[in-house]
């Protein structure tokens, strides 16, 4: 089975912090994600990886970056938190990007930003 | 961009019930999946559909993919408090990313 940990499944932080969100995969997967998670939002694609160091911008980029110097580990940063970047936050990974493909998500991370 | 109505947005059943989820698109999909998630949990894949029309079965759950792949629908028999949780449809376009929909949140009471 296929296991993708995120570090927290909670943290608080203060406005203006840096914060790493972290995400291990222990499936050897190419392809990882992060997407942010809001009511009646939905899932919005925050960045992708298709390979070591490699990246590409989602749908909502601004304010994170990414970090991916290990296959296994996708690191999310939020490099001066804001109250709006209160949200679930959710990792995922997929083998290929063929159409039919699984995502399998990790459990989340509730961050809250004071 | 391509985006992905989900109704209804919330759904109160009584165990034993039938209900149908849909998922409508302006946007052609080559692929649209269905996913679960229970609170606290990241999203679990239900099923994947692909091809106009196909239809898919799991155990109580119907899963239908429309004709001209621009809109599905998750049927569920007999609901259980077990199925209670949020629903997702995610469709796929051209490219490597998944559109979700906003979500359905059923609570099945027994």
């Known amino acids: 089975d296929v296991k993708v940990t995120q570090s927290s499944r909670y943290l608080v932080k203060r406005t203006g912090e840096k914060v790493f969100l972290e995400c291990v995969q222990d499936m050897d997967h190419e392809n990882m994600f992060w997407y942010r998670q809001d009511p009646g939002l939905g899932l919005r694609l925050i960045y992708f990886?298709?390979?070591?160091?490699?990246?590409e911008k989602g749908d909502i980029p601004e304010g994170y970056s990414v970090s991916r110097e290990k296959k296994e580990r996708f690191s999310l940063i939020l490099e001066s938190a804001s109250t709006n970047q209160t949200s679930m936050y959710l990792c995922?990974?997929?083998?290929?990007?063929?159409?039919?493909?699984?995502?399998?998500f990790g459990p989340g991370t509730r961050l809250t930003v004071l | 961009t391509q985006l992905l109505e989900q109704s209804p947005q919330f759904l109160s059943i009584q165990e034993g019930e039938n209900l149908t989820v849909y998922c409508n698109s302006s946007?052609?999909?080559?692929?649209l999946q269905w996913y679960r998630q229970e609170p606290g949990e990241g999203p679990v894949l239900l099923v994947t559909?692909?091809?106009?029309?196909e239809v898919k079965k799991l155990k109580r759950l119907t899963f239908q993919f429309g004709d001209a792949r621009k809109d599905s629908s998750l049927h569920i028999t007999a609901a259980q408090p077990g199925d209670t949780g949020l629903y997702l449809c995610?469709?796929?376009?051209?490219?490597?990313?998944?559109?979700f929909g906003k979500g359905t949140l059923l609570t099945v009471n027994p």
């Open positions: 995610a469709g796929r376009g051209s490219n490597y990313k998944l559109t």
């Open positions: 995922a990974t997929t083998t290929s990007l063929k159409s039919y493909n699984e995502q399998f």
């Open positions: 946007s052609v999909f080559s692929s």
């Open positions: 559909v692909v091809t106009g029309g």
């Open positions: 990886s298709y390979d070591v160091k490699m990246k």
